[in-house]
């Protein structure tokens, strides 16, 4: 990295803190993508100031995730990925969520908050206050948890059939027909008993 890209990273990282202050908790620089640490409390603020600001001109939210750390006080990571298409500049903002914190959605910032926000409350239970039709996107309505927490059942608490007596689609508790195998993941000619399966086999 030359010493002008290192003056322009200086510049926009000095510009990001004069304007957004003492909100920011942590700034981060990796190969000229730039990432930002604020509260969860202030995640609404900062945004709306890095979408008006001509400087920054965020003008586009490409995608929100989360991501679930169960052994953490703030157990969950909510992530914003924002680009301006005027500077051609991307910016990560994130946020650290406790168990049952309500996080302000950002749908009046930007329009495609919409979706993102109503995944990661079905995927991950994170209530977006302020949303103006928080509903699950992925999961049926009456669907119970949310798949993407590391502590939900890979199979799943409910399972779904059609059942031909009632003529409609039923939940009922998960049953697994088919009891549990080890797989090892070798090829059948690296396994160990294959010589002795061979020496019982037709020979020429």
Not at 79 to 96: A, D, F, G, H, M
Not at 128 to 137: A, Q, Y
Not at 173 to 197: A, C, I
């Amino acid at each position: 990295m030359n010493n002008s890209t290192n003056k322009e990273n200086d510049q926009f990282l000095s510009t990001i803190k004069s304007t957004i202050g003492k909100d920011i908790i942590e700034t981060n620089v990796f190969f000229n993508d730039f990432q930002i640490i604020v509260p969860s409390k202030k995640i609404f603020d900062v945004l709306t100031k890095l979408h008006s600001n001509s400087y920054f001109a965020f003008d586009q939210l490409i995608d929100i995730t989360a991501i679930d750390y169960p052994e953490k006080p703030k157990r969950f990571e909510v992530v914003y990925l924002l680009l301006s298409t005027i500077t051609n500049q991307r910016l990560t903002v994130k946020i650290y969520v406790s168990e049952g914190e309500l996080v302000q959605s950002c749908v009046s910032i930007f329009k495609s908050a919409n979706w993102s926000e109503r995944e990661i409350w079905d995927m991950f239970g994170i209530f977006f206050s302020g949303h103006p039709d928080l509903r699950r996107l992925l999961t049926d309505y009456g669907f119970e948890g949310h798949p993407l927490r590391k502590d939900f059942p890979l199979t799943g608490r409910v399972q779904v059939k059609y059942d031909t007596d009632q003529n409609k689609v039923i939940y009922e508790p998960v049953n697994l027909v088919q009891e549990y195998r080890d797989f090892d993941f070798l090829s059948p000619w690296e396994r160990p008993n294959n010589k002795e399966m061979n020496d019982t086999g037709d020979k020429n």
